[in-house]
């Protein structure tokens, strides 16, 4: 998981969106700190479930969001979701699901993080939805 988020993270330029799916447990979290790390990021990164987004500083900054919490675009417009996407960062959105209007138009890799056979394993798909200038 440490090492697909961190190559990941390599490709990563500033704008860009990783939205992060799976269920619960799957490791969007340990995924989207790995890949923080490599960016840059020294502090501590709890899940940003109740907070709704964080952000870390880093070469540039890095922002943390957990979307499960909130029932629709208008509430995510109003946690200042919609402020940080696609701005002079790179964003981390786990519980994408149902706001996909949300990032039209923006640089996203979309991961998808499924259970394995084993329980200490995972089947990682990373998909890119946009086009670099």
Not at 17 to 39: D, N, Q, T
């Amino acid at each position: 998981m440490e090492a697909a988020a961190e190559r990941l993270a390599d490709a990563l330029l500033i704008g860009d969106c990783v939205l992060l799916y799976g269920e619960m447990g799957a490791g969007k979290s340990v995924f989207a700190r790995a890949a923080a790390r490599r960016l840059g990021v020294a502090a501590p990164m709890p899940s940003p479930t109740f907070t709704i987004m964080q952000v870390y500083e880093a070469a540039c900054p890095i922002v943390h969001m957990d979307l499960y919490r909130l029932a629709d675009a208008d509430e995510a417009f109003g946690a200042g979701v919609c402020d940080a996407l696609g701005g002079g960062n790179i964003c981390f959105v786990e519980w994408p699901n149902g706001f996909e209007e949300l990032f039209i138009g923006l640089h996203c890799y979309r991961v998808y993080i499924d259970y394995a056979e084993d329980p200490s394993s995972r089947h990682i798909r990373i998909t890119y939805g946009g086009a670099r200038d």
